[in-house]
């Protein structure tokens, strides 16, 4: 099993422009979590969803759009970059049911915007 | 806010115990007491989790104290591989709260040889 996969690992930008970050996960789970880590802080949430076609807003939801059209993906847009926006960001799955299981991290995406 | 109180820092000599603490005075009834480490720049990983019992794993073991208002993380032989920055999460997982994490700052623990 791959786990939780990010692509792409690094990625510049230009303010205004526009990306989607891709999270998929082979473990079947159901939740799946966007976060961003800024230097020298913890993870905060940006969006989660609790299952496909379902999504909600996290911590520092304003920004980032996202989607969940198959359970195994889950993106995140910034449909106009801002350098605000620079930062890691860390996708993570857990497991079915109504109580919380432990979460798998991918590798994190490194997006830097000029 | 985070609900928990770490140290910003610790060391610990290479083959020694490291002992993290936690403070956690408002935790509630329902909520468990979850512990994740990052190393460097890779994706937090989950370590332990507790309720109100001492829990082991192969990984290390995590006292709470009966009040359940601080517990310890203890990693019984630390390796330079352990050199990360280790959270302490309070999560209800009822209530829907969906199991989001709030992480704070955390303790970065220095494995020295």
């Known amino acids: 099993n791959a786990g939780v996969t990010q692509t792409p690992k690094f990625r510049v930008l230009k303010t205004g422009q526009s990306m989607t970050l891709l999270c998929a996960q082979d473990m079947n789970h159901e939740y799946m979590y966007w976060y961003r880590q800024d230097p020298g802080m913890g993870l905060r949430l940006i969006h989660y969803s609790v299952g496909e076609g379902t999504t909600a807003k996290g911590e520092v939801p304003d920004g980032y759009n996202v989607s969940r059209l198959k359970k195994q993906n889950f993106l995140l847009g910034l449909e106009s970059a801002a350098p605000s926006q620079t930062s890691v960001y860390f996708c993570?799955?857990?497991?079915?049911?109504?109580?919380?299981?432990?979460?798998?991290f991918g590798p994190g995406t490194r997006l830097t915007v000029l | 806010d985070a609900k928990t109180t770490q140290p910003p820092s610790m060391d610990c000599a290479e083959g020694r115990a490291a002992n993290l603490p936690c403070n956690h005075s408002t935790i509630s009834g329902n909520e468990y007491v979850y512990w994740y480490r990052q190393i460097h720049s890779q994706g937090p990983q989950y370590i332990i989790h507790g309720l109100k019992n001492n829990e082991t794993n192969e990984m290390a073991s995590l006292i709470i104290t009966e009040d359940r208002k601080s517990s310890t993380l203890i990693l019984p032989h630390a390796t330079l591989r352990d050199t990360a920055v280790y959270y302490c999460i309070v999560i209800s997982l009822y209530g829907g709260s969906q199991g989001n994490l709030i992480f704070g700052k955390g303790t970065k623990l220095s494995v020295k040889p």
């Open positions: 993570a799955s857990s497991g079915p049911g109504q109580v919380y299981n432990e979460q798998f």
